[in-house]
Nanobody, 115 residues
Framework: QVQFVESGGGLVQPGGSLRLSCAAS????????MGWYRQALGKQRELVAS???????NYRDSVKGRFTISRDNAKNTAYLQMNSLKPEDTAVYYC?????????WGQGTQVTVSS
């Protein structure tokens, strides 16, 4: 059974940094895309960043230059380094991974940016 375990969320002041981790277990296949969505209270879920096995990345415009996604394919683990955090980054962050058969999701981790 494939499971994603997220860690690294929390409360941080504006301008601060957090690093999210997402570790997948139970799959012998490498996820061809791994990344994060986020969902703020009362808003739709939105893509934050994604990365393919070949290293190609995709970021939403509002996080470009502040967030960096990376992954360790051998460990089926992805990371999201978030710098210069803003109050509008406050949301539940969900990691995901795509296999040919389906998409798998993590349980979500809360990120709160507030003074």
């Amino acid at each position: 059974q494939v499971q994603f375990v997220e860690s690294g969320g929390g409360l941080v002041q504006p301008g601060g940094s957090l690093r999210l981790s997402c570790a997948a277990s139970g799959s012998r296949s490498i996820f061809y895309v791994m990344g994060w969505y986020r969902q703020a209270l009362g808003k739709q879920r939105e893509l934050v960043a994604s990365m393919g096995t070949g290293g190609m990345t995709n970021y939403r415009d509002s996080v470009k230059g502040r967030f960096t996604i990376s992954r360790d394919n051998a460990k089926n683990t992805a990371y999201l380094q978030m710098n210069s955090l803003k109050p509008e980054d406050t949301a539940v962050y969900y990691c995901y991974g795509d296999l040919v058969s389906r998409t798998y999701w993590g349980q979500g981790t809360q990120v709160t940016v507030s003074s």
